[in-house]
Every structure is written in structure tokens, then in C-alpha cells.
């Protein structure tokens, strides 16, 4: 079984600065998918991003991006110029290539505050 | 498009009684599943559906029952809640299982709170 795991329960930036958020994950299998969900106060699971791991190149979504290294299965989010709109909780996820029918493994999570 | 639509957005129930929570998606979507959300747990899998009338188990299932009739509705049963099961619930659904391609749509979220 996979297991997902974000090592800061709570992380806290600056306004216009730059966060990265931690993930690290165990599995034996050697294509995946890896995610990170954006959940804020109103509880809206919210896609930011998603990596495939046969692909090499970081994923990245305007000021989102990911660290990504297969060797250390280590997927950390880098979010650039943090806006107030970003505190929200974030979750990293892994699903199988294949799928699978049980869905996507979650990491606890990692609460960022944004500092005006 | 609705996407994925819960209902109720919270209630609240007696330690004993039944309820069910609903969950409807128009994207025809082959996946569906129920998550459970509690304080430093992350989100964990209840229940799942691969289609119509096929179900299954997920990592945390006891005190749960699903049915799957259509493909569009997945309703999430608890038969005598209890105050373990205060939790948010969430349910999601993708196109088709077989790929972990297909991303995951969540519904808003059902807050339970079992007295």
C-alpha cells in the first residue's frame, strides 16, 4: 500500500513571498500520479496540480509549481508570490497509473497561512 | 454543468439514528467514491463504486453501506450513527477508474455531527 506524507502541519509566509510545501511519499511502483488539492475555508477540494511520474519536467501552473524527484519520491509544491487567496489547507496525493478503484492516498495535510 | 452535487451541506443526528447522504453527478462518470475528512487524519476512503451496481470497501468502511443503481447517484447510508462518525464527508467521482489520469472531482463537502 502507498502511504503519503506532508511533514508541516502548518506553514505560515509573507504576502508576496515564496512557500514551499513538503511531501514524501512510499510506493513500489514505478508509474503514478502525483497532485496537490487546495481545500480553503469554504471545504472545496481544489485541484492546483497534478504530475505524472514518467514525465520528467516539473509540472508547473502559473505561480504553482512542484519539485518533483522520483529517486527520493519527494513531490514539494512551490507557490510564488503567495496571495491572501492562497491560506487554504493543502493536500499532496498519489494514485496508481493504473488507476486502481481505491482511488487517491492522502497526506494529512499541510495548513498555510498567508500574512498580509 | 452541476459536477458533483451533496446533499445535506451539515446536519446533525442523535447517537442511534439512520440518515443517508446523497450524492448525484451528471458528467457520467464510471467512478465514485466517499471520503471521510477528520481534524489530522487527511481525507480516507469509505466506500467506492467502479459502476453501476458494483461497490466495494475502502480503507476505513465499518458502519457505512452504499449502493450504486444508477450511474449517476451514490447515496452514503449510516445505519445507527455514531459520534465517531462526526466528520466532513466528501464525495468524488472520475471517468473512469482504470486511469490514474483521470482526475478526481469532489463534491462541497457533507459536515455530520453526531450528538
Known amino acids: 500500500a502507498q502511504t503519503v506524507t506532508q511533514s508541516q502541519p502548518e506553514m505560515s509566509v509573507q504576502e508576496a513571498e515564496t512557500v514551499t510545501l513538503s511531501c514524501t511519499y512510499d510506493?513500489?511502483?514505478?508509474?503514478?500520479?502525483l497532485f496537490w488539492y487546495k481545500q480553503p475555508p469554504s471545504r472545496q477540494m481544489i485541484l492546483v496540480i497534478r504530475?505524472?511520474?514518467?514525465?520528467?519536467q516539473n509540472a508547473t501552473e502559473n505561480r504553482f509549481s512542484v519539485n518533483f524527484q522520483k529517486a527520493a519520491k519527494s513531490f514539494s509544491l512551490k507557490i510564488s508570490d503567495s496571495q491572501l487567496g492562497d491560506a487554504a489547507m493543502y493536500f499532496c496525493?498519489?494514485?496508481?497509473?493504473?488507476?486502481?478503484?481505491?482511488?487517491?492516498?492522502f497526506g494529512k495535510g499541510t495548513h498555510l497561512i498567508i500574512q498580509p | 454543468n452541476a459536477g458533483v452535487t451533496q446533499t445535506p451541506k451539515f446536519q446533525v443526528l442523535k447517537t442511534g439514528q439512520s440518515m443517508t447522504l446523497q450524492c448525484a453527478q451528471d458528467?457520467?462518470?464510471?467512478?465514485m467514491s466517499w471520503y471521510r475528512q477528520d481534524p489530522g487524519m487527511g481525507l480516507r476512503l469509505i466506500h467506492y463504486?467502479?459502476?453501476?451496481?458494483?461497490?466495494d470497501q475502502g480503507e476505513v468502511p465499518n458502519g457505512y453501506n452504499v449502493s450504486r443503481s444508477t450511474t449517476e447517484d451514490f447515496p452514503l447510508r449510516l445505519l445507527s450513527a455514531a459520534p465517531s462518525q462526526t466528520s466532513v464527508y466528501f464525495c468524488?467521482?472520475?471517468?473512469?477508474?482504470?486511469?490514474?489520469?483521470?482526475?478526481?472531482?469532489f463534491g462541497a463537502g457533507s459536515r455530520l455531527t453526531v450528538l
Open positions: 504530475q505524472e511520474a514518467y514525465k520528467q
Open positions: 458528467m457520467n462518470h464510471e467512478y
Open positions: 468524488a467521482s472520475s471517468r473512469q477508474f482504470r486511469s490514474g489520469a483521470n482526475v478526481l472531482t
Open positions: 463504486s467502479v459502476g453501476a451496481g458494483i461497490t
Open positions: 496525493a498519489y494514485r496508481s497509473r493504473g488507476g486502481g478503484a481505491d482511488g487517491l492516498t
Open positions: 510506493t513500489s511502483e514505478s508509474d503514478y500520479y
